[in-house]
């Protein structure tokens, strides 16, 4: 089980991780998650607000995180 934060700052002082991935995001999905600092208690916390951000956006990269593959017997 994740350990839950005040807020997004207090994430990233115990997590560099989370941190970092925040840093790789694109500018204007920091800025939305930004206002919302107090929501972010997690680091699945912060993936799911930039999953959903990131949604349909075209210039989004590849993420597998969530993808299932189907294997067809040959």
């Given amino acids: 089980m994740q350990r ?10 115990h997590d560099h991780k989370a941190e970092a991935y925040f840093e790789s995001l694109p500018d204007y999905v920091r800025d939305q998650i930004s206002m919302r600092v107090k929501n972010v208690n997690t680091f699945d916390d912060l993936q799911g607000y930039a999953d959903n951000l990131l949604r349909g956006d075209p210039h989004q990269r590849f993420n597998t995180k969530n993808l299932q593959f189907l294997i067809l017997p040959t």
Avoid at 4 to 13: I, N, T
């Fill in 4 to 13: 839950e934060y005040a807020d997004m700052y207090a994430l990233f002082r």
